[in-house]
Each structure stands twice: as C-alpha cells, then as structure tokens.
C-alpha cells in the first residue's frame, strides 16, 4: 500500500478538523448567545461529528505511522505529536461514545434541573449561596448545605457509571485508565503533576493553617459556635473566602466600565483588543450563558470574542480582566504557524496568563493609575486587598488538593467506598471537620467530577504560573501596570510560539527556569 507522506497527511487531516471545528466554534458561540433547543441540537451535532472525524481509527494508524519515521522537521513532528493525542482521545466505538455522550447529557440536564428542597421550598444555588453567606441560624445553615448535596444522591450512580465507561475506552486503548490517559494526552506526567502536588502541599500547610484558623475564629465568634462544620463557610465546598473575610472593591469601582478598563490595561501594555471586544457579547440578556468565556473561532487570532454578562463592580471587572488574557494570547500567537500549533501551548498556560490579569484588579497601582481610585484610597486597602489575594490563592489550592487526589482515585477504583475517601480528603487538605455520622456520596454534588473530568490540577498549574510569570515580569521589565515592555515580554517569550512547543519547554524559555512552586509560596505567604 502506498504509504501517505507525513506532510501531505499533515495538511489534509488538519484541513479537514479545522473546518469542521471553526463551524463546530460558530455554532458553540450561537447556542451560548442565544439558548434555544435548535442552537443546542446544531451544536451537539456537530461536536459529535467533529468527534467521530478525531475518533477515525485508520486516521490515528497513519499518523502513528508517520511518527515511527524520522521526521526531520521539528514543526511538522509537533503538528503529529499534536494530532496524534487529539485522535487517540477520541478513540471509540460508536456504541460507547453514543453511550458515554447519553449518560453524560442525562447528569447535566439533571444538575441544571434539579432544585433541592429546604423545609419544603425548592430553593436554586443562588438560595444556598445566600443563606451560607448572610444567615447566623445554624439549623438553616445546616439545612442549607445539605440541600447543596442532594444533587450527588441523585448523580452518583451514574457518575461512576461515566468514570467505567471512560475507563473502558482507555483500556481498550491500551490505558491503565482514563486518568492516566488524559494527562498523558494532555502531555502531563502523572509522576511529575503528584510530586508537584505534594510541593504545593508541603509549602502551602502552615499558610493555610494559620488563614484557615483566623477565618474560623471569626466565624465561631460571628455565629456563636464551638466546632466549624463545613455549613459555617459562605459556599458548599469551602472553595471560597467568606465575604467579610476579604477586601471589598465594589464601591470604588461601581461607577467604572469593567470593558473599557480591561481595554485600558491592554491597550497600555501595546495589545489592542478593540477588535475582540467589537465583536463579543458582552452584556446580560435573556436566553443568554451566565457565565464568561473566550473563543478562538477559526483559530487564527483574527475572530477573538469573549462572551461575558458585565455588571458593574469587582466581580465583573475581575472577569473581564481574566477573559481579555485570554484574548490577548490567542491574538498575538505567530501568525504563521498552521493551525493545529496556532493555540496556547496549554490550557494552563493561558489560564496563567488570565489568572495574572484578572488578579490585576487587587494591585493598588492598578486601581490608582487604569481605574482612578484616588491613592490614598487604594493605600488604605492596600494591606487588606494583599491578605485578600494570598488567602484566595490558599483556599483554591487546598481544595484542588482535594479533587485532583479524588480523580486519580475515582478512574482507578470507581468500585471503591469513594463516600468515605471524600471526607478524608476534605479533612486531610481543606482541615475541615466532617459532619458527624456522614454517609452520603458528597463528592458526586460537584458537576466537575461529572462534566470536567481530569480538568482541575490546571487551575492550580494555571495559579502557581501566574506567580512565575509575575515575578519575571517584575524582574525584567520593573512596572507591570502601563509599560508597553509587558506587552512586549508576553507576546514574544509567551504568546508568540503558540503550541509549537511543550508547555514545560516554553515556560522555561519564557522564564528561564521550569515550573516551580516557590514563588506561588511567596505569593501566598507575604
Ligand atoms: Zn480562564
């Protein structure tokens, strides 16, 4: 059989998957502007196409092939590399992807229609979230929470149904499971991300502990108890400070533009992103997603939008800062690399990047010099926007502890008393107290373990790199806020390569050094 030359299969199947992602892009975009029952079948088809063209099996043994010859084009070699994992992940019969996509739409549908009942009333998340961050009546606080979870007797089934299913197709695929195959595929080592968890571990207990044990205090003092349960912290999975204990920015920024002060940040570090913004959508409506995200529709830094549903204050200002990372990476990667390397190296890599943007909100310069806080103002929050910032960070990473531990365990042994492992991580990472006499699957009320899955070890990654690329920032060009030599640092060491290379190999020239977690200790400790 004549065999395919490597830059030939190259094109025609990057040709073929990027057609089909950009309409797969627009549709995605159209069923999230506009939520309607024909937006989100066009979209579910097309994703599920775009699946069984990746999850073509003779795709895969070319390209496998053309890997096992001596490619002397380090470009063309990455384009395969990166080929080869997007196929093999979507490797499948069509009775199990047809299974694996049933039960997985049945969960979310089930965690974005169920409403847990508190004394009789349905109440939705909003309910809870409020109750857990204004009420001092423990038996409604209690009652609360644990309306937050009736959501995972219900799931959870069929969530270690999901983690099977997944497993199955790993294994057939040569896998120990399906854990270890998406962070391989998502060239992660196992090894590496666990020896890495226990850094952070190790660096961030004392920090932790010594947050965690102010912010209980303050609660036993405010709701008059001895032991803190997890009803006493402001959300259900205490992955989130407790309003009053954090510096509070809505009033000095309400009367601003969370738009034109993302725009302002960018547009003095040299990226223009009046393009991206001309073309999003960027404020509430009906029939809307709530929620923000950034799109690279046909992945050639030319149609950048960000969705976003901007009200005025610290949250939104936040987001759009975050988003417009996002954006400004997407457009400035090197025009000329095709299109399968034409993206972040990672996607913690540009969550880094929008991670260290979106924290821009916090830095007293920034408020003083983008948003025009009077100084003294932004002197007398300084302190407190600091602490602020260092205990969300620990909170965050305490509880990625937790899940990315969980993970490992669920794919290897979803037979296993998971109920129970849950606790021990909880009490083991986040130090809380497990309700007395528990027995409920607690771990399946969070719609990640479902929806998301090996996904969250890349919000810590993504938070010890912002801290990373901070501190390099700082060192090489001095100012970060409105000096065009940031611009210029980030384009050329971190946007501009694109995914022509390993996130690790990027971060180190980038940076000149690999990946560590000390200067996220610092950012945490200070
Ligand atoms: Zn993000």
Redesign the pocket.
Known sequence: MATVPPYRLATSLEDRISALETEFHRAYWESQVGVSPESESRRAELELELRRVKGDPESLRLVTEALNEELHEPMLKRQLEVLRRSLTANQMDDQLREELVGVSSAVESEFASFRPEVDGTRVSDNDILHILSTSIDETERRAAWEASKQIGARVDDRVRDLARLRNQASRDLGYGDYYRMSLELSEIPEEWLFSFLDDVDRLTHAPFSACKSSLDEGLARRLGVETIYPWHYADPFFQELPPDGRADLNAVLAPSSAVDLAAKTFAEWGIDLAKVLERSDLYPRERKCQHAFCLDVDRTGTDVRVLANVVPGEFWTSVML??SG?AAYDLMIDQRLPYLLHRPAHTFV??AM?IFSGRLVRNPQWLVDVAGIEADVADGLAERLRQTSAAQELLMARWVLVMAHFERELYSDPESDLDSLWWSLVERFQMVTPPPDRNAPDWAAKIHVAAAPVYYHNYLLGAVLSCQLEKEIEADCGEVIGNRGVGEWLSQRLFSPGNSMRWDALIESATGRPLSASDFADFVTT
Do not use: P, R, V
């Open positions: 975050h988003e996002h540009t969550e929008a």
